[in-house]
């Protein structure tokens, strides 16, 4: 479980982030929704550390990440897996490369084990035969498949999204969104899903947070969310036609 | 204030650097890929200028020793040491200042505003050690290799147009090139052309690192590296010249 405790953030005296406080669960698919520059992808830099906060403190488990030094904090991020907008895969690697660079980098396998369990991470989102393609040669919904193997190699606890269906069509995209939320509840990992994709929200939300204006406008159920009362959120709904 | 500003950033990012690399292993893997990418693949364009550069200063130096007061063979000695104390250091730094610097900062900003760099610290690597390091390291084991191959073809590119333009016999040449030779001049172009590198490696690196934004960013960080390290290697090139010949 992840915990945001009253987190501030501002840039050049802009609040970006005010005051937010919010709870991710295991096993569950947590969106964080809002309009485009309301927020929600400083507060997921923020939650993997490559943002310092200025003010509060988030919790991994018990573990109190701001607080920690940088040597404590890698051992956090070593449970932490990232799937990145424009999929972020090393462009000088093929994808077997890709997906082995975590597990060469920080556990003790063997070359036989570690193209093994690279195998077994490309089969999990329906890939084959591609170890030796290079991100270049992939279509933009390959490179997202590889992007979640690559996330998933090291069986992290925590798996964070950013915008995971941006530039997908829409068949390729419900296929991204399956493919997160079986792994979501196969692995127990706790999911955080910045989107404003609403039909993806439907589908697999289950904690949804809406932030507008770098401030927590509700949190809650997905079952929720159209008797919520916020005018904002069923604004935000309403324009995407849901 | 501006150039303190960065000078304090680069200083911060270089102390970022020298860390115990995560995997050993592979730290040395990158840094034989990159030794392989600074000096094997600059060595056609090392080859070409040192050539010329040596032809073009036995010509200009056979112009300027016709009045007969000098011995001839002594054109071979003023090629020898014009070459070896500051064009073969100096010049081929300033080329691999762009080809080199260039290709470091676009790479490093590309992988930046790509969020390549942000996924491998969310991984929990020090990204800045396993990226730039090995460039670095790279850079100050090749780098001076390629001068002291630059040196030897200068040197043997000043004899084929010598010979061809008819300036200086091959013996006459060599005679000059055997006379009042001081071996620190190649511990000096040594030592300029390792400092030169980590100039021009680091400097790429940290301009590439800074990059913000998109493709227009990553270009005008490798306009900024090439400049930067070339206005380096120029200002050490005079420091380090006082320092070590300075009276």
Same mark, same amino acid.
């Given at each position: 479980?992840?915990?945001?405790?009253?987190?501030?953030?501002?840039? @050049?005296?802009?609040?970006?982030?005010?005051?937010?406080?919010?709870? +991710?669960?295991?096993?569950?698919?947590?969106?964080?929704?809002?309009?485009?520059?309301?927020?929600?992808?400083?507060?997921?830099?923020?939650?993997?550390?490559?943002?310092?906060?200025?003010?509060?403190?988030?919790?991994?488990?018990?573990?109190?990440?701001? @607080?920690?030094?940088?040597?404590?904090?890698?051992?956090?991020?070593?449970?932490?897996?990232?799937?990145?907008?424009?999929?972020?895969?090393?462009?000088?690697?093929?994808?077997?490369?890709?997906?082995?660079?975590?597990?060469?980098? +920080?556990?003790?396998?063997?070359?036989?084990?570690?193209?093994?369990?690279? @195998?077994?991470?490309?089969?999990?989102?329906?890939?084959?035969?591609?170890?030796?393609?290079?991100?270049?040669?992939?279509?933009?919904?390959?490179?997202?498949?590889?992007?979640?193997?690559?996330?998933?190699?090291?069986?992290?606890?925590?798996?964070?999204?950013?915008?995971?269906?941006?530039?997908?069509?829409?068949?390729? *995209?419900?296929?991204?969104?399956?493919?997160?939320?079986?792994?979501?509840?196969?692995?127990?990992?706790?999911?955080?899903?910045?989107?404003?994709?609403?039909?993806?929200?439907?589908?697999?939300?289950?904690?949804?947070?809406?932030?507008?204006?770098?401030?927590?406008?509700?949190?809650?159920?997905?079952?929720?969310?159209?008797?919520?009362?916020?005018?904002?959120?069923?604004? +935000?709904?309403?324009?995407?036609?849901? | 204030?501006?150039?303190?500003?960065?000078?304090? @950033?680069?200083?911060?990012?270089?102390?970022?650097?020298?860390?115990?690399?995560?995997?050993?292993?592979?730290?040395?893997?990158?840094?034989?890929?990159?030794?392989?990418?600074?000096?094997?693949?600059?060595?056609?364009?090392?080859?070409?200028?040192?050539?010329?550069?040596?032809?073009?200063?036995?010509?200009?130096?056979?112009?300027?020793?016709?009045?007969?007061?000098?011995?001839?063979?002594?054109?071979?000695?003023?090629?020898?040491?014009?070459?070896?104390?500051? +064009?073969?250091?100096?010049?081929?730094?300033?080329?691999?200042?762009?080809?080199?610097?260039?290709?470091?900062?676009?790479?490093?900003?590309?992988?930046?505003?790509?969020?390549?760099?942000?996924?491998?610290?969310?991984?929990?690597?020090? *990204?800045?050690?396993?990226?730039?390091?090995?460039?670095?390291?790279?850079?100050?084991?090749?780098?001076?290799?390629?001068?002291?191959?630059?040196?030897?073809?200068?040197?043997?590119?000043?004899?084929?147009?010598?010979?061809?333009?008819?300036?200086?016999?091959?013996?006459?040449?060599?005679?000059?090139?055997?006379?009042?030779?001081?071996?620190?001049?190649?511990?000096?172009?040594?030592?300029?052309?390792?400092?030169?590198?980590?100039?021009?490696?680091?400097?790429?690196?940290?301009?590439?690192?800074?990059?913000?934004?998109?493709?227009?960013?990553?270009?005008?960080?490798?306009?900024?590296?090439?400049?930067?390290?070339?206005?380096?290697?120029?200002?050490?090139?005079?420091?380090?010249?006082?320092?070590?010949?300075?009276?």
């Amino acid at each position: 479980m992840i915990q945001l405790k009253n987190i501030k953030k501002s840039f @050049n005296g802009k609040i970006v982030l005010d005051d937010i406080s919010a709870s +991710f669960y295991p096993g569950k698919a947590n969106f964080v929704i809002g309009a485009s520059g309301s927020g929600k992808s400083v507060m997921m830099k923020c939650m993997v550390g490559l943002i310092d906060v200025d003010q509060g403190e988030i919790f991994y488990g018990q573990d109190d990440f701001v @607080n920690k030094s940088y040597e404590e904090r890698k051992l956090i991020r070593k449970e932490i897996g990232m799937l990145f907008q424009g999929t972020a895969l090393f462009d000088s690697l093929s994808v077997e490369d890709n997906i082995a660079f975590p597990l060469r980098m +920080f556990t003790q396998m063997t070359a036989e084990e570690v193209l093994e369990r690279v @195998n077994f991470c490309l089969k999990r989102v329906d890939l084959a035969n591609v170890n030796k393609l290079y991100p270049s040669n992939l279509s933009g919904g390959m490179k997202k498949r590889v992007g979640i193997a690559r996330a998933i190699a090291l069986n992290p606890k925590y798996l964070f999204c950013d915008e995971p269906n941006s530039g997908l069509d829409p068949l390729t *995209s419900r296929l991204i969104d399956k493919l997160i939320k079986e792994i979501t509840i196969e692995y127990n990992i706790t999911t955080v899903i910045n989107t404003h994709d609403m039909k993806s929200l439907f589908d697999m939300g289950d904690n949804i947070i809406y932030i507008y204006q770098g401030k927590k406008e509700w949190e809650g159920e997905k079952s929720l969310i159209r008797s919520s009362g916020n005018n904002r959120l069923l604004e +935000f709904m309403k324009a995407s036609e849901f | 204030m501006k150039f303190f500003e960065h000078f304090g @950033n680069y200083t911060l990012f270089l102390l970022g650097l020298f860390k115990r690399p995560e995997r050993f292993k592979v730290f040395a893997k990158q840094t034989l890929l990159e030794m392989s990418s600074i000096g094997v693949g600059s060595f056609g364009i090392v080859s070409l200028i040192s050539v010329f550069t040596g032809a073009v200063s036995t010509i200009q130096i056979g112009v300027q020793l016709v009045s007969g007061l000098v011995p001839d063979y002594m054109l071979g000695t003023f090629v020898r040491d014009s070459n070896i104390y500051e +064009f073969s250091p100096t010049i081929t730094c300033l080329v691999l200042a762009g080809k080199v610097g260039s290709s470091i900062a676009s790479e490093m900003g590309t992988m930046k505003v790509t969020e390549q760099i942000d996924a491998l610290e969310i991984m929990g690597i020090n *990204s800045a050690n396993y990226l730039v390091l090995p460039k670095i390291l790279a850079g100050v084991l090749t780098i001076p290799l390629l001068v002291v191959y630059a040196m030897v073809l200068s040197i043997i590119g000043g004899a084929i147009s010598g010979v061809m333009g008819d300036i200086i016999s091959v013996d006459a040449y060599v005679r000059g090139l055997r006379t009042d030779f001081v071996p620190f001049s190649v511990w000096f172009a040594l030592i300029k052309s390792t400092t030169f590198a980590f100039l021009i490696t680091s400097i790429s690196a940290y301009h590439g690192y800074r990059t913000e934004g998109g493709a227009l960013e990553v270009g005008r960080s490798s306009t900024m590296a090439v400049v930067y390290s070339a206005v380096a290697v120029i200002i050490f090139d005079y420091i380090l010249s006082d320092i070590l010949l300075g009276a």
